[in-house]
């Protein structure tokens, strides 16, 4: 009796080591998020130019629009990570991490538009 049950335990452990494998391989990449975030923001500042003119005050102001351009791109990112949590809590009636992202949804529209609202402030 002793070893039928010795037996049935080893076949349980066989099976949910084989079931831990199927699981792990069906998961993506850890770093797979924070490649993505790069790639965006290698695209993004790769296709900016900024040209040193003879002109100091041109170097200054193409200097603040790829400034700017930068934070644009940060800007981008967490509001459709704001998106994304938004989401998700809708999914899960998660109230908290709801309101989390509407906060991260705020402050990335906040910062694409810094620019823009800078601007306007100054008049």
Known sequence: MIRILENRNEKRKSRNKQ????????????????CCV???CVSTIGSLTVYAA????????NLSNFIFSLIRAIGLIL??????????????HDPSQRANGFLTLAGGIIITFAKEILNLIMG
Do not use: E, M, W, Y
Not at 54 to 61: A, E, K
């Open 19 to 34: 079931d831990k494998k199927h699981a792990r391989k069906q998961r993506p990449p850890k770093g797979l998020g924070l």
């Open 38 to 40: 790069s790639a965006v």
């Open 54 to 61: 003879g002109d100091p005050l041109s170097v200054v102001n």
């Open 79 to 92: 509001l459709g990570f704001g998106i994304v949590q938004v989401g998700l809590s809708l999914k899960s």
